[in-house]
């Protein structure tokens, strides 16, 4: 389909224009809506007109290849791995070892999770709400709402009620929240591949005129209803630093507030022990001081609040963990094991479409047009790829121009809020999964008792994940994304066959061979530069031999420039040629073309 945007970001508000007519759906839940008496919109709990599974009854039946023989029945959630199933004998037993926790768990160590996320500014976002899916379907988790926030965030709660459904969890609060930065004007909200799911979009449940609650009230709800619940900030931390300043404001902070907050990012822990008072044996007190890690994505969102977030967590001592990339990065998922997951539902359609393009754009980038200096090639050789840069691999690789069908299968997936969902779940459940040491083997700096604050840090540094087993971790998502993916995809397929899925994606009616040839152009004219700048410098440094090696290089480079100059006035009959810019990528165009879908 064509794009009824332009270039590569959109923005949106809380009540679009009027959509098209919704996709026709199979045995779609109807859903209405009626006015109060301020007049706002409020969706009515939606009337089945088939018979899924519902957020408490466990599903019993798969879809995909893999999934023929259905789950294994229990008294309570079914497990989606069968016992006598070899090929997921691993999975199976990790579930049994879930269902044994929960057994054996008070209902009071049952954690309660609220939610902030910018759902589809990256694919990971809906890998950490399938897996939090599944931990509450297996009764492990209590989710209890959710803030979708990022501009724009109205379209970003839209598609996230619609994930909801899906799992089965429709009856679930979703806020619209902040734009989620503190400089809009310099903010890329939504990339080529996020958003354009118009299905979803557009599905019964999402009426053109849906108007949604904003975050404020939503929390405000589920605190005033709900008691122990754990924050959990896998987006913009500008949400819940407001949070905070609202209740500055109020008599007591701590009442109705959150008990525990665990954010993916990342904040460093300066602790100073302050000296026993003369006389006094007690412990000495210790002053802490938490800064935002500023080069982590959802700090810089608004490092503003970022900073407002630490500062009030270390103020009111509150409980807290952060996970940062280098735990994410240590716990890799293989992309084969994508491809497992797109097998099931119309989610799994989607995660294929959104995965393959977004891991396109990271490859295309370092490759052509680094997004920043550092996101090179080496960059993505090492992040993406998971090579060491001193393996023969990547220093073969680095030098040749590899086509993304040959770097796709090496792709490692770097689920970086799929960690810290995996720590939302608790202790008692990693620990259960071989994935938290004991308490006693933890570094210092994670355990309250010897630190004396109640702030935890995994993965500090690429060789210290403060106390985690990185393969555990991997094992642990893999297996409730398999699993939850399995388990809801009969549900989901009922409610929107992943068949009748249309992605709203853009066609720039740019011609491929001319954009290669202008970015072909710009490279050379900055690889010129560099080349002028390192002959003066060998010139003013005496060295003749490198200055005049460097002159050779300088000429030729230009000879070249002069080809594709010539070459690109003379197929465009132009006389003057403009750079281009990076709003006007066609990065669909070139995915299309990358997989062999269109030639030019």
């Known amino acids: 389909m064509s794009s009824t945007g332009s270039g590569n970001q959109t923005s949106?508000?809380?009540?679009?224009?009027?959509?098209?007519?919704?996709?026709?759906?199979q045995g779609a839940a109807k859903a209405t809506t009626t006015s109060n008496a301020q007049g706002t919109r409020r969706q009515l709990p939606a009337r089945a007109t088939s018979t899924p599974a519902n957020a408490s009854t466990a599903p019993r039946v798969r879809n995909g290849p893999a999934a023929e023989g259905g789950a294994e029945s229990t008294s309570g959630p079914s497990i989606p791995f069968k016992e006598s199933d070899v090929a997921h004998k691993e999975h199976h037993q990790t579930y049994r070892k879930l269902v044994n926790l929960v057994k054996n768990r008070k209902a009071e160590d049952k954690p309660r999770i609220f939610v902030f996320t910018d759902i589809e500014q990256d694919y990971d976002d809906l890998l950490a709400i399938i897996f939090l899916a599944e931990m509450h379907r297996m009764g492990a988790i209590e989710l209890v709402g959710f803030v979708a926030n990022h501009e724009p965030a109205y379209q970003r709660a839209r598609f996230l009620r619609t994930i909801l459904r899906l799992v089965g969890l429709e009856h679930l609060p979703v806020g619209v929240g902040s734009v989620g930065t503190d400089n809009l004007s310099q903010h890329s909200g939504v990339f080529f591949y996020s958003l354009k799911n118009i299905t979803f979009d557009r599905a019964p449940w999402n009426p053109p005129n849906l108007e949604l609650p904003d975050a404020k009230t939503v929390i405000t709800n589920v605190l005033r209803s709900k008691s122990n619940v754990t924050a959990l900030m896998i987006s913009s931390l500008q949400d819940i630093g407001e949070f905070f300043d609202r209740k500055d404001k109020t008599a007591d902070f701590m009442k109705y507030n959150f008990t525990k907050f665990i954010s993916q990012g990342g904040y460093e822990v300066e602790a100073t022990e302050q000296a026993a008072q003369?006389?006094?044996?007690?412990?000495?007190?210790?002053?802490?001081?938490?800064?935002?890690?500023?080069?982590?994505?959802?700090?810089?969102f608004n490092l503003k609040q970022a900073a407002n977030y630490t500062n009030h967590l270390a103020a009111h001592k509150l409980t807290s963990d952060t996970w940062s990339r280098e735990a994410a990065k240590a716990a890799r998922l293989p992309g084969t094991f994508m491809k497992e997951m797109f097998q099931y539902g119309p989610i799994g359609a989607h995660l294929e479409w959104l995965w393959m393009r977004q891991e396109f754009k990271f490859y295309w980038d370092p490759f052509n047009w680094p997004f920043m200096d550092f996101l090179n090639v080496d960059w993505y050789l090492n992040t993406r790829l998971g090579l060491d840069k001193t393996s023969a691999d990547f220093n073969e690789l680095?030098?040749?121009?590899?086509?993304?069908?040959?770097?796709a299968p090496r792709i490692k997936v770097i689920a970086y809020d799929g960690c810290a969902a995996v720590g939302a779940v608790g202790d008692d459940f990693m620990r259960a999964m071989g994935v938290l040491d004991p308490e006693s083997k933890l570094p210092a700096y994670n355990r309250p008792d010897v630190a004396g604050h109640p702030h935890r840090v995994f993965g500090k540094k690429a060789d210290d994940l403060?106390?985690?087993?990185?393969?555990r971790l991997a094992q642990v998502m893999k297996t409730f994304l398999l699993g939850g993916m399995i388990a809801t995809a009969g549900r989901a397929e009922s409610l929107i066959p992943r068949a009748s899925i249309k992605h709203d994606h853009e066609e720039?009616?740019?011609?491929?061979d001319g954009f290669r040839?202008?970015?072909?152009?710009?490279?050379?004219?900055?690889?010129?530069?560099?080349?002028?700048?390192?002959?003066?410098?060998?010139?003013?440094?005496?060295?003749?031999k490198e200055y005049r090696r460097d002159l050779g290089t300088i000429d030729k480079r230009r000879s070249t420039i002069a080809v594709y100059e010539e070459r690109?006035?003379?197929?465009?009959?132009?006389?003057?040629?403009?750079?281009?810019?990076?709003?006007?990528?066609?990065?669909?165009?070139l995915y299309q073309q990358a997989m062999g879908q269109t030639r030019k």
Do not use: H, W
């Open 278 to 300: 003369s006389g006094k044996s007690s412990k000495p007190k210790v002053k802490v001081t938490l800064k935002p890690v500023k080069d982590m994505a959802n700090n810089k």
């Open 568 to 589: 690109i006035k003379r197929e465009e009959r132009v006389t003057r040629i403009s750079e281009p810019v990076r709003a006007s990528i066609p990065y669909e165009q």
């Open 12 to 25: 949106g508000g809380r009540r679009p224009a009027k959509a098209p007519a919704a996709p026709n759906t």
């Open 508 to 512: 720039s009616g740019i011609n491929l």
């Open 398 to 407: 680095r030098k040749t121009e590899m086509p993304f069908s040959d770097a």
């Open 517 to 544: 040839a202008r970015i072909t152009l710009r490279n050379l004219r900055i690889k010129l530069d560099e080349d002028i700048k390192r002959a003066e410098e060998a010139k003013a440094a005496g060295k003749d």
């Open 466 to 471: 403060g106390g985690i087993n990185a393969r």
